[in-house]
């Protein structure tokens, strides 16, 4: 398996534009987490799903945030309308539940 | 909701010397501690984990040890190797809520050839 994979790697967007990232999970695994990570809070966790239901998004910054999983091995994090805030690097992970989470390369996002 | 503190932030250590990276957690309930490792422009990777129910934990030259009663858990890596450079995280999760994992801030070791 190819691990997790995640696109873009880099991302260059103005204020107020909408940025979608993608997620594919490992083949098999059942969970996803999408995890925020910046030198000022570290590794965030933002959201958390299991079998495509989200289970936990207490991490989500604000309603400018919403991720889904259209399916259960692809998930997407869209950031509406991005602010210079935002940037930072965007991890998915994908496990079993319970299990060992893998996480994919990361998306590095840079609003200016 | 779990809060992990992560000390040192950074180590420097010779090569062939020992690293200690040592954690706290605040919530009493949670049972899973694992270990990883994140190369300069990659995601995290993890590189060892403990459960609760032992006390220690060893895979080469990492070990990790748990005092439930204390609260915390540390990293061991000996006989460092230049590879052994990255910036590792230790982390909290309640198992039976599915490894949400709270991680700390961090460690940067950096081993000197």
């Known amino acids: 398996d190819a691990g997790v994979i995640q696109s873009p790697r880099h991302e260059v967007t103005e204020m107020g534009q909408e940025v979608t990232l993608r997620c594919k999970l490992i083949s098999g695994h059942n969970s996803l987490f999408w995890y925020r990570q910046t030198m000022m809070r570290g590794l965030e966790l933002l959201i958390y799903f299991n079998n495509n239901v989200p289970i936990d998004d207490s991490g989500m910054p604000e309603d400018r945030f919403s991720a889904k999983m259209p399916n259960a091995s692809f998930s997407t994090l869209k950031i509406q309308p991005s602010e210079p805030r935002d940037s930072a690097v965007y991890f998915c992970?994908?496990?079993?539940?319970?299990?060992?989470?893998?996480f994919g390369q990361g998306t590095r996002l840079t609003v200016v | 909701g779990e809060n992990v503190e992560q000390h040192p932030s950074t180590l420097s250590v010779q090569e062939g010397d020992s690293a200690v990276i040592k954690c706290t957690y605040s919530d009493s309930a949670s049972n899973y501690f694992p270990w990883y490792k994140q190369e300069l422009g990659k995601g995290p990777q993890l590189i060892i984990d403990?459960?609760?129910?032992?006390g220690e934990k060893k895979d080469q030259r990492i070990a990790v040890t748990l005092n439930k009663t204390a609260k915390h858990f540390s990293l061991h890596i000996t006989e460092t190797q230049p590879e052994d450079s990255a910036v590792y995280f230790c982390?909290?999760?309640?198992?039976?809520?599915?490894?949400?994992?709270?991680f700390g801030g961090g460690t940067r070791l950096m081993v000197k050839p």
């Open positions: 992970a994908s496990s079993l539940w319970g299990g060992e989470a893998f």
């Open positions: 982390a909290a999760s309640l198992h039976n809520a599915g490894n949400m994992l709270t």
């Open positions: 403990i459960r609760s129910n032992v």
